[in-house]
């Protein structure tokens, strides 16, 4: 993201609503056996393969396939063991469940690779077409304290603000934590959202400016940004 915004002109202010903890325990690693096991393995995220591969080494068994939500997802899986990982050209849920390999899945076992209130359409979706689905969630997204050093900034920065926007879920967290007066800026930033999905959540939260991106990626997200100089806030 610092160096999608550099290439316009633009400074990066992260507001992180959360860490990342790996979930090491005997019954997630029990779900994550059954989840390899399964005939089709899906990871939802880079963190969720970085995860899997910190409790168990990633192989594909025969006629195992792998899926990955956007390309990024399917670096970390190559990086990790799982050459032939398939990855959708729109790097969403919508465009992972939109995959051939997904549309006849009545009776199959499908793992999924991903954290508590991650992904949930997936499952349900892989549900309703008669999927199995073993779900591990590997790691897990625990709330911390918004960093006082970034609201001080945010707070003494008075020009337009930029929010990409790639996860509902550290929006709505974010929001959440926020003081009062950083939530209200928040609200009134420019949102740059990867989908419809997303941009209709920015708008139930109370965001006044949405545009969708083109996709995910920090730079797709950072497209019609512009090459005045700004501090883009990252809700990710």
């Known amino acids: 993201m610092r160096r999608a915004a ?13 860490r990342i903890a790996v979930r090491d325990d005997p019954a997630t690693r029990r779900a994550l056996r059954a989840a390899l096991a399964a005939d089709i393995v899906i990871a ?8 899997t591969a910190s409790l168990s080494p990633l192989r594909a068994k025969r006629g195992q396939r792998f899926c990955a939500v956007g390309s990024a997802t399917a670096a970390a899986l190559r990086r990790a ?31 999924l690779l991903t954290a508590p209130g991650g992904r949930d359409r997936i499952a349900s979706a892989l549900h309703d077409r008669g999927a199995r689905v073993v779900r591990a969630d590997v790691y897990a997204r625990e709330p911390v304290a918004l960093s006082p050093a970034a609201l001080a900034r945010l707070r003494a920065f008075d020009g337009p603000l930029l929010l990409p926007l790639s996860s509902g879920e550290a929006l709505q967290t ?12 928040l609200r009134g930033a420019c949102v740059l959202a990867a989908s419809e999905r997303l941009a209709a959540l920015a708008r139930d939260a109370g965001c006044t400016d949405v545009r969708i991106a083109a996709g995910p990626r920090p730079a797709q997200l950072l497209a019609g940004a512009g090459a005045s100089a700004a501090t883009t806030a990252q809700s990710r």
């Open 174 to 185: 974010a929001l959440a934590a926020a003081p009062d007066d950083i939530a209200a800026r």
């Open 81 to 111: 063991g799982i050459a032939d990982a398939v990855s959708p050209e729109r790097m969403d849920s919508e465009g992972l469940l939109a995959l051939p390999l997904l549309q006849d899945v009545r009776g199959r076992d499908i793992g």
């Open 44 to 51: 939802s995220s880079p963190t969720a393969v970085r995860a």
């Open 6 to 18: 550099a290439a316009h002109g633009l400074r990066v202010l992260a507001l992180s609503p959360w």
